[in-house]
């Protein structure tokens, strides 16, 4: 039973690892309309969209870990 579970959370955390790619395409998006509005603020913008990308990133990547660690303990 437990073993299944985890397999069961594996597979949905692997899930979550694609889930921060739309966040990332949605914000990367909005960031060009903004430039594309608004030339003169292009360096905030990128800096602030780096920044969010990368903590966007970094939610898939604790997705991922956390799926590697529950097929860890299902393949036992």
């Not at 039973?1 to 998006?29: D, Q, T």
């Not at 594309?36 to 990133?57: C, H, S, T, V, W």
Request: proline share 3%; glycine share 18%.
């Amino acid at each position: 039973m437990i073993k299944s579970a985890a397999l069961i959370g594996a597979g949905l955390g692997a899930i979550g690892v694609g889930v921060p790619g739309i966040g990332i395409g949605i914000a990367a998006s909005r960031a060009l309309e903004g430039m594309a509005r608004q030339p003169e603020m292009q360096g905030k913008l990128l800096i602030n969209g780096i920044i969010f990308a990368a903590l966007m990133e970094a939610l898939g990547l604790f997705a991922f870990l956390v799926a590697l660690q529950l097929y860890g303990l299902g393949s036992r």
